[in-house]
């Protein structure tokens, strides 16, 4: 096979935007749990949102900070919490991707004892900008038999602006 | 150090391969959650195999495919259920390779609890088709004290065709 | 864009390097419940420490090793258990790098039941060697509440000696 400049660059770009898209959503989890709200809503866009289906909705930088230095996220900061991603299966289109995957939250029961709080599917949306990649959207739902959460992780949807 | 184009595109496809890898069992949970069972049998070639240690075989798409429209599965999924997996340590040799990793099933108990209902270790092993890397045998085991399941995470074995 | 050779293999060793950081802390899970405590060392730097905050602390490949051929180590093991680590968060800095992410133990309480025994924060730090990227470091803190252990999620610190 002949390679050119131009074919490797375009292979490279190619797993630097799935690179890009997997370090964003890595971020999440430690600074969720470090409590680091500011740092936390730049992985969105200015007006980036997350949706938790049936709990709380936030738009914009301002609200998804807002979540980790609200009340309820505090207190299970002090109690002891996680927030463990799974991988997520990526689907690259241009300038747009989507990323399903699982999040649980381990809560701190005292004495060491933990417990998986919740336990959800989420499907990220993220779209390349002047700064690199950023979360426009983020859905997340409770796997609780519910056919809003499957849904969540199905790719038969391909990416695109909720 | 000198580069040619070659020896970049070498070390680029070694690059692709990995993230073909990890992206075939980044899939892998989300599909199993959403029920798409004709989607998750194509992450394994024509007649690949999982292998449930004490539990369930099956060889071909139809009978993967089957694992996740059988009745055992959907009671799961109407239940609530989690296919989390962890990170795969993954050792490329050629057009074969094995991924050896974690994965917990998570289970809704009603009210929002969830257990950890099966904690496994798992040794995937692909090959590399005119399609891209495809499963061609995935091995799991509870992780409840048996040798059988400890013995998939060893990487003292080289990926080979089981 | 133009590209030059070199701009193209610059752009790759970064790709690189993080595929290297993500593949030694994936390797962790799978031997430690393996037991394969030598092989497990390696991960890490001649001289490299292991520091399990409130619990242990090990110098060197023999005392880290020692941790996995342990009776404490063994004992779960045969009871069953499972090292499940999440995503890791990774900052490069030239020959330096941190990684920051979560890790849950499993433990089998036997008939199939699994309870999330620790669930704890992790900052490794890693440097460059000859042989390739290796563990300097690696500090686990429980999530029970502390602020050390929400500490080691924090990316405000650059990947430094610690």
Known sequence: MT???ESLAER???LEDLEAIRSIIAQYGPLADSGDGEALSQLWTDNGEYEVV???AAQGRGA???LIEGANHRSLMCQGCAHLLGPVAIELDGDLASARGHSVIFRHLGD???EAHRVAANCWTLERRAEGWRVIHRA???LDGQE???MLLTPRVAP???
């Open 112 to 114: 060491g004892q933990f």
């Open 140 to 142: 997340n739902a409770l």
């Open 54 to 56: 049936g709990f709380a």
């Open 3 to 5: 390679h050119s400049l």
């Open 148 to 150: 809003t959460a499957r």
């Open 12 to 14: 490279l770009q190619r």
């Open 160 to 162: 695109h602006r909720p």
């Open 64 to 66: 998804i900070a807002g």
